[in-house]
């Protein structure tokens, strides 16, 4: 596989030659079934017309609802605190707050995140092709391409938006709207993506291997390459950049809205060992000040 840095990330994710590693199709309702009608995994027209699916079902949706929501459903988790807040926070209310904008409030997040761990790569865990059935049922119980669209819009924004809110979290300047916005800057959660050579391109430059850097005057067709996000595209680019920037960013602040409740996490952050998300493992946090010691620490004066 050949790696190129973030500074060619505009240039070659806009490339029509190179194109997301195709899904293989699979039996109806299962995981492969769902990798192969999304539009992640598609391009040229297919690609066109599953994007504008999920398009339009992100469109309507009130950005400010989203960041409310996002809130109190946070607020309403960290009530069990002391928790882990990637996995009762950062995974869960994202998965809750979309399920809701999708008109399907009983979506059992647990399902989502069974998906989204087998479906970047494909590699079906035992139950995952149940956790597909199961949100195929949730949102009618048909199999068609609206359907995959609606998964998927959860299953990406599963593991994506936790690693921005965990990101943020651990980097320890903040929970503000600005601290969001200098996790993407200077560590974004997706710091790569992948691309396949269809047929020969003219990309020449500099491949960002971590020996000596290698010329690279043309790309085989079927030749697998790791392109850097950085900054400057952390949502990614061209006719494959993230649609739901957005609904990220206001699910994101709401939830980090209400973390601002509660004290700071303390010591280092582990993060888990994942090829292109930087996905902190586990972010423990205390049970947040009750309203009468705040208020008393408020009123108190040194004696």
């Given at each position: 596989m050949i790696s190129?840095?973030?500074?060619?990330?505009?240039?070659?994710?806009?490339?029509?030659?190179?194109?997301?590693?195709?899904?293989?199709?699979?039996?109806?309702?299962?995981?492969?079934?769902?990798?192969?009608?999304?539009?992640?995994?598609?391009?040229?027209?297919?690609?066109?017309?599953?994007?504008?699916?999920?398009?339009?079902?992100?469109?309507?949706?009130?950005?400010?609802?989203?960041?409310?929501?996002?809130?109190?459903?946070?607020?309403?988790?960290?009530?069990?605190?002391?928790?882990?807040?990637?996995?009762?926070?950062?995974?869960?209310v994202p998965v809750r707050v979309l399920a809701e904008a999708l008109d399907a409030p009983g979506i059992d997040p647990a399902a989502v995140r069974t998906i989204a761990a087998a479906y970047p790569a494909g590699d079906a865990a035992p139950g995952t092709d149940e956790a597909v059935a199961?949100?195929?049922?949730?949102?009618?119980?048909?199999?068609?391409?609206?359907?995959?669209?609606?998964?998927?819009?959860?299953?990406?924004?599963?593991e994506a938006t936790a690693a921005l809110i965990g990101g943020t979290l651990a980097a320890g300047a903040g929970l503000s709207p600005d601290a969001i916005a200098a996790r993407l800057r200077d560590d974004p959660p997706v710091s790569a993506t992948f691309r396949t050579a269809t047929i020969r391109t003219a990309t020449t430059?500099?491949?960002?291997?971590?020996?000596?850097?290698?010329?690279?005057?043309?790309?085989?067709?079927?030749?697998?390459?790791?392109?850097?996000?950085?900054?400057?595209?952390?949502?990614?680019?061209?006719?494959?950049?993230?649609?739901?920037?957005?609904?990220?960013?206001?699910?994101?602040?709401?939830?980090?809205?209400?973390l601002q409740r509660v004290p700071p996490p303390a010591g280092p952050v582990a993060y888990e060992p994942l090829p292109n998300l930087r996905l902190p493992a586990a972010i423990r946090v205390e049970a947040p000040p009750r309203e009468r010691d705040r208020e008393q620490t408020t009123v108190e004066k040194p004696r």
């Open positions: 190129f840095g973030a500074d060619r990330a505009p240039e070659l994710l806009a490339d029509p030659g190179l194109v997301p590693p195709p899904a293989a199709p699979g039996p109806t309702g299962g995981l492969a079934w769902l990798r192969a009608g999304v539009a992640r995994f598609a391009s040229g027209e297919a690609h066109a017309r599953r994007r504008a699916l999920a398009a339009d079902l992100l469109g309507p949706m009130d950005l400010d609802v989203l960041r409310l929501r996002a809130e109190i459903l946070a607020c309403i988790a960290l009530e069990d605190a002391p928790l882990d807040v990637m996995d009762r926070i950062a995974r869960d199961a949100l195929v049922a949730a949102f009618g119980g048909v199999p068609d391409e609206p359907t995959a669209a609606r998964i998927g819009l959860l299953v990406q924004a599963c430059g500099t491949a960002a291997v971590s020996t000596a850097a290698t010329a690279v005057a043309g790309l085989a067709p079927g030749e697998a390459v790791r392109i850097e996000l950085d900054g400057a595209v952390p949502f990614g680019a061209g006719p494959h950049a993230c649609p739901g920037r957005p609904q990220a960013l206001a699910i994101a602040t709401g939830v980090c809205e209400a």
